[in-house]
């Protein structure tokens, strides 16, 4: 019972209006070339902006200025800011599912 409980909440959040909306923005931006190749410059860059202050190079510093500049431009693109927004409705809607399940936990556990 407790397992077709779950089941059903789970087909519901699969269901929702948030998830098949982020579903359909993550499938746009992995399909944009431009943006994942920024977003794995992003990365790159941060990896070697660590390894260099880890090694207390401060050329760290000028890479990370460059982060910056390489961030406000994805922030700048409508299609990265309706992926955050549709990732966070998505992350609410698992919030609350998750909150769901802890008060009904509680309630049959709770003496």
Do not use: C, G, P
Request: charged share 40%; hydrophobic share 35%; proline share 0%.
């Amino acid at each position: 019972m407790l397992e077709n409980s779950i089941e059903k909440l789970f087909r519901a959040i699969e269901e929702s209006a948030e998830y098949l909306e982020y579903k359909e923005i993550t499938s746009i931006l992995k399909e944009n070339k431009e943006l994942n190749d920024l977003i794995d410059e992003i990365k790159s860059l941060e990896k070697e902006a660590t390894n260099l202050e880890y090694h207390k190079d401060i050329k760290y510093k000028e890479i990370d200025k460059l982060i910056a500049e390489k961030v406000q431009i994805l922030n700048n693109n409508a299609i990265y800011r309706e992926y955050l927004e549709k990732l966070k409705r998505f992350n609410d809607t698992l919030k609350v599912s998750s909150a769901l399940i802890e008060e009904y936990i509680d309630e049959k556990v709770s003496i």
